[in-house]
């Protein structure tokens, strides 16, 4: 299994930008997916999260501190997960991760997740 993140960069306070996660080895419809990041000198944290509930039913869930800013959206066909950031705040600044979870008991944990993408770089200025 492989996730493969990507579409970090800088951006200027107040810009937007796309962040895409792709898988492969596994069946992106039947997993709750996620997307956390972490900050220098900070933990990890949950930002965004799209839960399989079985079927063809997702829930989606954002942290409180991006909510109305980000969206996050996924392409089972393509087998890709999409992370749509805009009105970027400097304290938004961190590695962003995505993550494959097989069970989505908790989406907002991190532990629960069974694979990892590499990380992709998002910078902010102010």
């Known amino acids: 299994v492989q996730l493969q993140a990507s579409g970090g960069g800088w951006v200027q306070a107040g810009g937007s930008l796309r962040l895409s996660c792709a898988a492969s080895?596994?069946?992106?419809?039947?997993?709750?997916m996620g997307w956390f990041r972490q900050a220098p000198g900070k933990d990890r944290e949950f930002v965004a999260a799209?839960?399989?509930?079985?079927?063809?039913?997702?829930?989606?869930y954002i942290v409180d501190s991006v909510k109305g800013r980000f969206t996050i959206s996924r392409d089972n066909a393509k087998n890709t997960v999409a992370l749509e950031m805009d009105r970027l705040k400097p304290e938004d600044t961190a590695v962003y991760y995505c993550?494959?979870?097989?069970?989505?008991?908790?989406?907002?944990?991190?532990?629960?997740?069974?694979?990892w993408g590499q990380g992709t770089q998002v910078t902010v200025s102010s």
């Open positions: 799209s839960r399989w509930n079985g079927g063809f039913s997702y829930s989606d």
């Open positions: 993550a494959a979870d097989r069970e989505g008991r908790d989406v907002r944990s991190g532990s629960e997740y069974d694979y």
């Open positions: 080895g596994l069946t992106l419809r039947r997993y709750s």
